[in-house]
């Protein structure tokens, strides 16, 4: 699928993410006909790299199941209803449940939580609560924000002495050693945090990387997407 073509990588990464929209789309609107609160009590969103729609083959499709109150047998309904025939094709599935506030409440103490709220995408559901989630959110992260960046250069240090720290082993980690994926992510993470960024572009609009460095960067991380997904 690759071959010849430019910006394959996330090409196919975004058409996977598609694939997962429309399968999730399509639960969500059968959960909701036998459910009819899940259309209004409820909103799914995607997070983490899916919410990005940057989903490599095999990833866990990151997902928040957010109701408008704190009822967990309705939630667990639901939930059970959307999740079982992903697990029953063998698709991984990160999830987090709850209202806007018990999922912020919750990553005030998961460096991955806190990382995965920074992506997230509207996929189906009330709208109006997805924008509560988002304020929600947008607050939780004015108080992370400063020991999240304190923890940017010790979690780093550490991936690296587990995964590599050098770019040129034999068999480098694609996603978590030094110069692979998890580097541009924290990149993108960073330059959210610091500058209220919200994508990749946005890097070259603010004036915070050259355009040629930034075709580069673009171009190292597409190949790195292409050979993820070769792999996998």
């Known amino acids: 699928f690759h071959r010849g073509a430019e910006s ?3 090409t196919v990464t975004a058409l996977y993410s598609a694939l997962a929209d429309n399968t999730l789309r399509a639960l969500h609107h ?6 009819p609160w899940a259309e209004e009590g409820f909103v799914l969103v995607a997070a983490g790299g899916y919410g990005r729609k940057s989903l490599c083959p095999h990833s866990d499709i990151d997902l928040l199941l957010v109701s408008d109150g704190p009822d967990e047998g309705r ?3 639901v939930a059970d209803r959307l999740l079982y025939p992903l697990w029953n094709n063998r698709l991984q ?3 987090h449940p709850g209202t806007p506030e018990e999922i912020v409440a919750r990553a005030a103490d998961d460096l991955h939580l806190q990382t995965s709220l920074l992506d997230l995408r509207y996929l189906a559901g009330n709208r109006g609560l997805y924008q509560r989630l988002k304020r929600t959110v947008a607050e ?8 999240l ?4 250069g010790r979690e780093n240090k550490a991936r690296f002495t587990r995964y590599g720290s050098s770019v040129f082993l034999l068999e480098p980690h694609v996603k978590e050693g030094k110069g692979g994926l998890r580097d541009f992510h924290w990149l993108l993470w960073i330059a959210r945090l610091m500058h209220g960024l919200r994508g990749s572009y946005d890097l070259l609009l ?7 460095h930034y075709r580069q960067l673009m171009e190292a991380h597409d190949f790195l997407l292409r050979v993820r997904t070769e792999l996998h």
């Open 75 to 77: 939630l667990q309904d």
């Open 206 to 212: 603010a004036g915070l990387v050259e355009p040629e």
């Open 30 to 35: 059968r959960v909701a006909t036998e459910l």
């Open 149 to 152: 960046l304190a923890r940017v």
């Open 8 to 10: 394959a990588g996330g």
């Open 140 to 147: 939780g992260v004015r108080g992370w924000r400063p020991a």
């Open 93 to 95: 599935t990160g999830q």
